[in-house]
């Protein structure tokens, strides 16, 4: 099993910015892939972004444009920069972790919220 730490969240107005990171207590080399979802208050954990070993990334098309997902190899860890924020952006952001033979690890999550 892999332990996600997610950092990062907090009060952000909208048309600001927030990073959060995803650190991994294994290296992300042995992780097929990391992604992040949102789950909006009283609504489904839907995908936002995801990147692969070889780095190639996926987006929602509501944060295209808005939110880049990226990796350190380096601090095992992943990003979500998330800019041009908008109210309904607001809820809790998961990072998971998928590996062929382990399957799919989850972070606890961390609260966004962004005031309009």
């Known amino acids: 099993q892999v332990q996600l730490a997610e950092s990062g969240g907090g009060l952000v107005q909208a048309g600001g910015s927030l990073r959060l990171s995803c650190a991994a207590s294994?290296?992300?080399?042995?992780?097929?892939?990391m992604g992040w979802y949102h789950q909006a208050p009283g609504k489904q954990r839907l995908l936002v972004a995801t990147?692969?070993?070889?780095?190639?990334?996926n987006y929602a098309d509501s944060v295209k444009g808005r939110f880049t997902i990226s990796r350190d190899n380096a601090k095992n860890t992943v990003y979500l920069q998330m800019n041009s924020l908008k109210a309904e952006d607001t809820g809790v952001y998961y990072c998971?972790?998928?590996?062929?033979?382990?399957?799919?690890?989850w972070g606890q999550g961390i609260q966004v919220t962004v005031s309009s």
């Open positions: 998971n972790a998928y590996s062929v033979g382990r399957g799919i690890d």
């Open positions: 294994a290296s992300i080399f042995s992780i097929n892939a």
């Open positions: 990147i692969t070993t070889g780095g190639s990334t």
